[in-house]
């Protein structure tokens, strides 16, 4: 079994923040890969199923 990844707790505005980064034609790859790492750690998923 997978270790969860850390909980993280975002506001609305962040979560938006986040989708908008990870959506964006412009922003670079890794930000908005970043941005789909947090956006899936806030979802609860495990370290696991982030990574891939």
Do not use: F, P
Not at 28 to 44: E, K, W
């Amino acid at each position: 079994m997978s270790k969860s990844a850390v909980a993280i707790d975002l506001t609305a505005a962040e979560r938006r923040e986040l989708e908008s980064l990870a959506r964006a034609y412009r922003t670079g790859q890794s930000m908005a890969r970043r941005a789909r790492i947090v956006l899936a750690a806030a979802a609860g998923l495990e370290n696991k199923a982030i990574c891939t």
